[in-house]
């Protein structure tokens, strides 16, 4: 109603509906076209199915774009269309609009550039504290909040009544045995971790995964600061029993909560590891514990017995016992494990009366394919349609899909998150009565993620309540109409500011780099930037100046794998001066020792000739990344790498073209070369010695360029 009304109200605007999946974008088109009277052809899904090109014409077409935040967030950065005609932007599912997610940045450059902007924010479940609703409402430039339940009178007609049941599933003995090895195992690793002061306690009741998770940074401030080889000797002992610690309270949960199968698959993964010489220290003295080979023992005799989750069983009853009451029942079940997804679907292959399905992401784990968004839509098209009345689904199936057809949620596992809770619960009831039944494993962590999700829940409410209470009291006290305009005055002169100061400047980013804050940032800062696949580095300001960008544990893992090096290397090669942004501090909690880290500065800096600027932060390196823009691009350094665009059909810059093909030949040499042979058939005819008296040219590249120009070209395709 509010796309339609301010399509009215502002007739030669746009609309934007975001969603953060491809699927639930399908849906709500799909919506448009079955509910509104605007011409079909005014409407466009724009996912990153649709090449750039194609989506620059469809935009100039469209009255309402249904698009992912990726694709819109990647087409506003590369410049590929404008949204100072858009008047109203929808975000669906708003609640993740938090940290660095897309929702953020094009909230935030809509506000910027566009002429009539208005937002719309949904969700079903905003947060579960006060601080998280309002880091939405900030992000979103929300200013007025309408919270509605199902005892609101404007809903209540719509609501179909939801049962929902907690049923409490009893672990067998032989399950309870592998348990208590493994809680044995981890009480240990707890009363050393204490002894050393890194936990406050020792019971397993009170010890959490988080608490777990801190502690490496913990015990990496400790190794930084440590002077006493005993001490540090110590630390490196904690951080390997801290791994061990946060793998095995992973296995205590699979056991508990999916089973068997899950845990023996998880154990099988890891002993693959160890086999193919990629596991690291800490696994491999894990899997050579005595009591830890216990309970590899004790897994594969169970499994073997064929003793499954007792959950699996109950499932089965209750899906036969719904599809028996109704033959057109659809049902969705929801695994927190992928997996748990598989052996559910595994376990029901079989069955002449339940046709189950997996519903997953597009990530690949190993030999565990994903599926494609495009297989998606397919899936939820054939869950309709009766093909499959069951899906068996992880947190991909959790957020907005309208499936009317639902009647019964089953959660195999509990999660502790009421945003998750609420979502999995409303994908039933939406057209008719529907039922939630949620497996509880009695004296697990299922009972813990229960109360930890209902806690979550109530503070929701609670949180709400107060927000709409204060923007009540908001209201009364209007703030100064002056002040009000100013600051409107002042945001204006800002965003031109950044628009006279730096729209002139460009910078090639690395398109895998759009996952990071610091392209958005730019963005922000109004540089122009393209998009490409970069061969090797991650920006480029000049032809002559390549950039690498490394987070600080990035930098740690880059240099522990060799990459590193190898990268900066490659850079030496294409670029003249190259610099390496160190981003945060890597000394702060890194696994490598103080003199480690020392040793690969220096060696990037004195044996590479690498430049290193550390920054603090996503927005420090994009500020000093359009700095550098800004000097290099206004001393007339604005030719960006030559071998990013076509060839040049000016001739001497296509002679520059042709002999920077030659491997090691960067920009700099080329010119150097051409300057001193004038054509490239005096190059090719150089001996060795010649061609080593040009600047920046060694024996090595000199020997490449002798060897290529003699090769005799063999047509082997």
């Not at 708003?94 to 997610?101: E, L, N, P, S, T």
């Not at 880091?135 to 809903?155: A, C, G, P, Q, T």
């Not at 559910?344 to 690949?364: C, L, P, S, T």
């Not at 609420?422 to 697990?444: D, H, P, S």
Request: charged share 30%; glycine share 4%.
């Amino acid at each position: 109603m509010l796309a339609v009304h301010r399509l009215t109200e502002i007739p030669n605007s746009k609309v934007i509906f975001l969603a953060p999946t491809k699927p639930l974008v399908e849906q709500h088109y799909k919506s448009f076209i079955n509910l509104t009277t605007i011409p079909p052809e005014s409407l466009h899904s724009l996912t990153g199915d649709v090449l750039p090109g194609k989506r620059k014409i469809a935009w100039d077409q469209t009255k309402i774009a249904f698009m992912t935040p990726q694709v819109l967030q990647n087409d506003i950065i590369s410049g590929l269309y404008s949204l100072k005609d858009v008047s109203l932007i929808i975000f669906d599912e708003c609640h993740r609009a938090v940290g660095d997610y897309a929702y953020c940045f094009i909230a935030k450059k809509y506000q910027e550039e566009s002429r009539f902007h208005q937002i719309l924010g949904i969700t079903a479940s905003p947060g579960s504290t006060l601080e998280k609703i309002n880091e939405v409402k900030r992000n979103l430039f929300i200013n007025h909040f309408e919270i509605r339940s199902e005892n609101d009178v404007d809903v209540k007609c719509y609501v179909q009544n939801v049962e929902n049941q907690w049923i409490k599933i009893t672990l067998p003995p032989e399950f309870l045995e592998i348990k208590k090895k493994l809680e044995e195992i981890l009480k240990n690793i707890y009363k050393w971790l204490k002894e050393k002061n890194f936990l406050n306690s020792f019971d397993l009741n009170k010890i959490t995964r988080k608490d777990l998770l801190q502690l490496n940074k913990a015990i990496n401030n400790r190794i930084s600061n440590s002077k006493d080889d005993d001490e540090k000797f110590n630390m490196f002992y904690a951080k390997k029993i801290q791994a061990n610690a946060i793998r095995i309270s992973h296995m205590l949960e699979l056991l508990e909560t999916q089973g068997i199968n899950a845990l023996k698959a998880y154990l099988d993964r890891n002993e693959d590891k160890i086999k193919n010489n990629t596991a690291n220290k800490s696994l491999k003295e894990l899997f050579a514990d005595k009591k830890f080979k216990q309970v590899k023992v004790l897994t594969f005799k169970i499994q073997a017995k064929g003793i499954f989750h007792p959950k699996l069983e109950k499932l089965k009853e209750l899906l036969i016992s719904q599809l028996q009451e109704s033959v057109e029942s659809r049902i969705l079940i929801f695994s927190h494990f992928r997996d748990s997804v598989n052996n559910i679907v595994r376990y029901f292959e079989n069955d002449e009366i339940i046709r189950a399905h997996k519903f997953v992401g597009q990530a690949h784990r190993g030999s565990d394919k994903g599926l494609t968004q495009k297989t998606q839509i397919r899936l939820i098209k054939e869950f309709k349609e009766g093909v499959y009345n069951v899906l068996v689904g992880t947190s991909v199936a959790e957020e907005g899909l309208d499936i009317a057809e639902c009647d019964l949620v089953i959660f195999y596992d509990v999660v502790p998150s009421a945003i998750r809770s609420i979502q999995r619960r409303g994908r039933t009831g939406r057209k008719k009565e529907g039922k939630v039944f949620i497996l509880m494993a009695v004296g697990t962590r299922d009972e813990g993620y229960y109360w930890a999700e209902k806690a979550k829940e109530r503070n929701m409410k609670d949180s709400l309540k107060k927000i709409k209470a204060s923007e009540g009291n908001a209201k009364k006290e209007q703030s100064d109409l002056l002040s009000f305009v100013e600051k409107k005055q002042e945001t204006k002169d800002s965003s031109k500011l950044h628009e006279h100061t730096m729209g002139n400047f460009e910078i090639v980013c690395d398109n895998r780099e759009t996952a990071s804050p610091v392209v958005r940032n730019l963005s922000l800062i109004g540089i122009n930037l393209r998009l490409e696949q970069l061969a090797v580095g991650d920006y480029v300001i000049s032809k002559r100046v390549g950039i690498e960008r490394k987070s600080s544990q990035d930098f740690t893992d880059s240099i522990k794998d060799g990459r590193l090096f190898k990268e900066l290397k490659a850079l030496k090669e294409n670029y003249e001066r190259v610099i390496l942004i160190l981003e945060d501090d890597p000394f702060k909690n890194s696994s490598l020792s103080e003199n480690a880290l020392y040793g690969a500065i220096s060696s990037i800096i004195l044996n590479l000739g690498v430049t290193i600027y550390k920054t603090k932060n996503a927005k420090e390196t994009a500020k000093f990344l359009s700095q550098l823009a800004k000097k290099e691009q206004s001393q007339g350094n604005t030719t960006l790498k030559l071998r990013f665009d076509k060839a040049p059909i000016e001739t001497s810059r296509l002679l520059e073209y042709l002999i920077s093909g030659v491997p090691g030949v960067n920009a700099l040499r080329a010119k150097n070369l051409l300057k001193e042979f004038r054509t490239l058939q005096n190059i090719f005819l150089a001996d060795i010695p010649d061609l080593t008296k040009i600047e920046n040219i060694g024996k090595k590249i000199a020997q490449e360029i002798y060897k290529i120009s003699r090769y005799k070209y063999k047509n082997t395709h």
